[in-house]
């Protein structure tokens, strides 16, 4: 279940923080209400772009969905999404050409023609719990963790720089190892 927005003082009401599990559905049911041309857009490109990572990675794990979309923003521009693949599959997509064109794609990479200029995504490579791999990881999924747990405040307010709003996890395919 989606917790209620709140005031923390920010632009825009929030999450509370924390991370919140959510099915596709619910996100939709919480933020794409009927008659929302503006959001309607921006979630159907989302979509697009889960299904897109779906065939280049084989399976997506989860998705991290934060910023101005969910929250109480009339109108975002764009819907911030962090992309949760094994790391086995996004080694092997990125072997070969069209693996890492599509890679660059789904990124926004320079150079790369976007896919969506409504889905800011980001790529977060989920390798086993191997202590000699996992260091990098474990960086990188903190960053996210943190970053996703910002809200924005008036200009010179540095509680921007600190953890106060919360974000939505969506499971797609999951962990497990069945293909």
């Avoid at 999404?81 to 069209?98: F, G, K, P, T």
């Amino acid at each position: 279940m989606i917790p209620g927005l709140r005031d923390v003082g920010a632009t825009r009401e929030v999450l509370p923080y924390g991370r919140y599990l959510a099915t596709l559905e619910e996100v939709e049911g919480e933020y794409v209400p009927e008659g929302d041309e503006n959001r309607r857009k921006i979630w159907d490109a989302f979509l697009e772009v889960v299904s897109v990572a779906r065939q280049v990675y084989g399976r997506l794990v989860a998705v991290w969905i934060g910023g101005s979309f969910v929250t109480s923003e009339p109108s975002p521009h764009d819907i911030d999404v962090v992309l949760l693949v094994r790391d086995e599959n996004y080694r092997s997509a990125v072997s070969d050409q069209r693996g890492r064109f599509v890679t660059g794609m789904l990124l926004g990479a320079p150079g790369f023609p976007a896919l969506s200029d409504l889905v800011d995504a980001y790529l977060l490579p989920v390798p086993p719990t191997e202590c000699e791999r996992v260091k990098g990881y474990s960086e990188s999924r903190g960053y996210w963790d943190q970053f996703w747990s910002k809200a924005r405040f008036e200009d010179g307010d540095d509680r921007w720089l600190y953890p106060a709003a919360g974000y939505l996890e969506v499971i797609i395919d999951g962990y497990d190892a069945k293909p």
